[in-house]
């Protein structure tokens, strides 16, 4: 057995959600002089630029969490303000994106899966994006793990869907049939001026939670079951973001996937798997 095949047999043998919920722990804990080394040595790892951070130095943090969810310098991410255009939500690498292709998109070379079963199994909540456009963005555990709204938007919907927690890198996309249809995610609905917009937190091995800036941390009850909250559009529980607010956030690293419908608006020609993204650039254009 090769390397590759025995990381993929390792994380279908390891107890997933156990190991996550254990560093998830540890994550959240101030633990002194023992964070800040945890810290040091992640950053040296994985070569994380902290002349971007609000707090440059390690020693800032109390949580490995407060961390790894660190603040960037204001402006430092310019964002793309023009009403054409449809910005990057996160720091990453584009995975894939294309069309939604009879309810089907695009895992890796070789694999699609259905986009009903990503975003929680009901036609009604598929209907509007068949035809459309998807796309898929991988966080590396050295990115930036805020998410930010592409375009201004309402929140209409919140799907939680319990699963399993298989790591989200390269190789297993390449290897784990349907795997962002299989583990944890929180879909979130928004109306927006292209009409409705799917945005995807997909959770992963060690990611210890998912949050949403209306929500916080997204931990319903245990189980099987899928759970799912309607919000206003007008009053005082309506949810309204621009473009470039932050949305949500990953405690460890994940992926991120768009959805929008037919004929609302195309990705860049310079946008394409393996293509660095940068939170606020442009990323498609806003069909007329």
């Known amino acids: 057995m090769n390397l590759d095949k025995l990381k993929i047999a390792l994380q279908y043998a390891l107890p997933k959600h156990a190991v996550s919920r254990l560093v998830g722990k540890l994550a959240a804990a101030e633990a002194g002089a ?6 040091k ?3 040296k790892q ?3 630029d902290m002349s971007e951070a609000l707090h440059e130095d390690p020693a800032h943090y109390k949580t490995f969490n407060e961390f790894f969810t660190r603040p960037l310098k204001p402006g430092i991410r310019p964002l793309a303000e023009e009403a054409s255009i449809v910005a990057h939500p996160v720091d990453g690498a584009i995975s894939q994106l294309g069309d939604v292709v009879d309810g089907q998109i695009i895992q890796a070379k070789g694999h699609d899966y259905s986009l009903q079963t990503l975003l929680g199994g009901k036609e009604s909540d598929v209907e509007p994006y068949l035809g459309g456009k998807f796309a898929t963005i991988y966080l590396a555990p050295k990115d930036y793990h805020r998410i930010h ?3 201004d938007g309402t929140l209409k919907k919140m799907i939680y869907v319990p699963g399993d927690l298989f790591s989200v890198n390269p190789l297993t996309a390449q290897n784990v049939p349907n795997l962002f249809a299989r583990n944890e995610r929180v879909v979130a609905i928004f109306d927006t001026e292209i009409g ?3 945005m995807v937190l997909v959770g992963a091995t060690i990611v210890a939670s998912i949050e949403t800036i209306w929500a916080g941390t997204v931990t319903p009850p245990a189980g099987k079951d899928v759970f799912s909250w309607d919000y206003p559009a007008e009053g005082d529980n309506a949810v309204k973001l621009k473009k470039g607010d932050e949305m949500g956030r990953f405690k460890l690293g994940s992926t991120v996937i768009l959805a929008w419908g037919e004929d609302k608006a195309d990705f860049l020609a ?3 798997p393996e293509t660095v993204t940068r939170m606020g650039t442009p990323f498609a254009t806003i069909r007329d």
Do not use: E, G
């Open 196 to 198: 409705p917009l799917a």
């Open 149 to 151: 709204m592409p375009l």
């Open 41 to 43: 040595l992640f950053i």
């Open 34 to 39: 023992l964070t800040t080394t945890l810290i």
């Open 46 to 48: 994985y070569k994380i």
């Open 270 to 272: 310079n946008q394409l």
